[in-house]
C-alpha cells in the first residue's frame, strides 16, 4: 500500500470563512497586510485538521494581485512575511511548501510573458526560501510557465512539486488550460528529475484521468516522481476567466463528496492528496480520518 501526504486546503476562502478581511483585488494577501494573525489561525485549523503539508500564503504576493506599484514596494515583503508566518505555526511534524503562483494571473497562459514570470518567481522564491521544507509551483496553466518557474527552481536543492491546472471539461485526455496534453508535462517533470507533478485548482472530476495520464508517463520513464491531487470546489472556470472581477462560483461538495473524488484519486495513483480552493479543514478532516484507514 502505498503512502499518502495530506495537505492543507485552500487559504483563501478559509481567511474568509473565519472572519479576515477579504476582498479582490487583494484577495488572500489582505489579511496578510491588515490582519496577519487570522493567516496563523487559517494554517492552525488546517494542522488541526490533520494536513502534513501547510502552503505559504504566499499565493497573492503578485502584482496581478497587489497591483504594480504595491508589488514592487512590498511583493518580497509580504511573501517573506507568510514564509516566517507558515514556519512558526507548524510543528516539527509538518513540512512548509513554499508556494510559487502563477505570476501573471491564474487560469490564463494567453497572457503569459516569460522574462516578467521569471522575475516575479525568482522574488518570491528568494522571499520564502528560508522559512520552507519544500517548493510547490502551483496552478501551472501551460508548458511556458512550466519552464519559466522550473528557471528558477532548479537552483533549490529541496524537493520541488510543479502543480498543473486543468481544463475543467471532462475527457479521455487530460489537458492542461492551454491545451497541451498533461502527458507532456508529465514528461517534463521526469526529464527534470522533480519530485512530484500535482493537478490543482481544477474541478474534482477531471483529477482522475490526468492522475492516470500521468502515471502511465512516469511508469514508460521508470521515474521516482510522486502524483497528486487538490481539486477546488469552483464551478468551471471558462478560458476568458477575470479573477479580479469577480469572485467565481462555488459548489456545494461535502467533505463526503470530496472525499468519494480523493479515494477513486488514490487508486489511480496518487500519494499525495488536499485541496485547493474552497475546499476547507472540514474536507481535509474527513481525507485525514479516511488515511487512517488505510
Same mark, same amino acid.
Given at each position: ?13 478559509? &481567511? ?9 483585488? &487583494?484577495?488572500?494577501? !489582505?489579511? %496578510? ?25 504566499? #499565493?497573492?504576493?503578485?502584482? *496581478?494581485?497587489?497591483?504594480? !506599484?504595491?508589488? !514592487?514596494?512590498?511583493?518580497?515583503? &509580504?511573501?517573506? +512575511?507568510? @514564509? ?10 509538518? =513540512? ?11 487560469? =490564463? ?11 516575479? /518567481? ?6 520564502? $526560501?528560508?522559512?520552507? $521544507? ?11 510557465? *512550466? ?13 520541488? #512539486?510543479?502543480?498543473?491546472? %486543468? ?8 489537458? %492542461? ?5 498533461? +502527458? ?6 521526469? *526529464? ?20 492516470? $495520464? ?7 520513464? !521508470? ?11 469552483? /464551478? ?9 472581477? /469577480? ?13 468519494? *473524488?480523493?479515494? =477513486?484519486? #488514490? ?6 492528496? @488536499? ?11 474527513? %481525507?485525514? $480520518?479516511?488515511?487512517? /484507514?488505510?
Amino acid at each position: 500500500m502505498k503512502k499518502l501526504t495530506i495537505i492543507d486546503g485552500g487559504m483563501g476562502r478559509e &481567511l474568509k470563512e473565519i472572519g479576515a478581511p477579504f476582498s479582490q483585488p &487583494l484577495w488572500s494577501a !489582505q489579511a %496578510l497586510i491588515e490582519a496577519p494573525e487570522y493567516v496563523e489561525k487559517a494554517h492552525q485549523n488546517f494542522i488541526d485538521a490533520g494536513a502534513e503539508v501547510l502552503i505559504v500564503n504566499s #499565493y497573492a504576493c503578485v502584482p *496581478f494581485h497587489l497591483g504594480e !506599484q504595491r508589488f !514592487q514596494c512590498e511583493g518580497a515583503t &509580504l511573501a517573506q +512575511k507568510a @514564509g516566517s508566518i507558515a514556519r512558526s505555526v507548524a510543528p516539527k511534524n509538518v =513540512r512548509v511548501a513554499g508556494s510559487l503562483p502563477p505570476p501573471l494571473g491564474s487560469y =490564463r497562459p494567453d497572457l503569459f510573458e516569460a522574462k516578467r514570470a521569471h522575475d516575479i /518567481t525568482r522574488l518570491l522564491y528568494e522571499a520564502q $526560501d528560508p522559512y520552507v $521544507d519544500l517548493w510547490i509551483a502551483e496552478t501551472i496553466s501551460s508548458i511556458k510557465e *512550466f519552464e519559466a518557474i522550473h528557471s528558477v527552481l532548479k537552483q533549490s536543492k529541496k524537493d520541488c #512539486y510543479y502543480a498543473f491546472s %486543468l481544463s475543467d471539461e471532462v475527457s479521455d485526455v487530460a489537458l %492542461l488550460r492551454s491545451g497541451q496534453a498533461v +502527458k507532456i508535462a508529465a514528461a517534463l517533470v521526469c *526529464f527534470v528529475g522533480a519530485k512530484g507533478i500535482l493537478f490543482n485548482c481544477s474541478v474534482p472530476e477531471v483529477m482522475e484521468q490526468a492522475i492516470l $495520464d500521468a502515471r502511465k508517463v512516469i511508469n514508460d520513464y !521508470q521515474a521516482q516522481v510522486e502524483i497528486g491531487a487538490y481539486a477546488n470546489n469552483f /464551478t468551471p472556470i471558462n478560458t476568458d476567466h477575470e479573477a479580479n472581477n /469577480t469572485y467565481q462560483g462555488m459548489r456545494e461538495l461535502s467533505p463526503d463528496d470530496y472525499l468519494m *473524488f480523493a479515494k =477513486r484519486w #488514490y487508486k489511480a495513483g496518487a500519494s499525495v492528496i @488536499g485541496g485547493c480552493c474552497g475546499i476547507g479543514p472540514s474536507h481535509i478532516e474527513a %481525507l485525514t $480520518d479516511w488515511k487512517k /484507514t488505510l
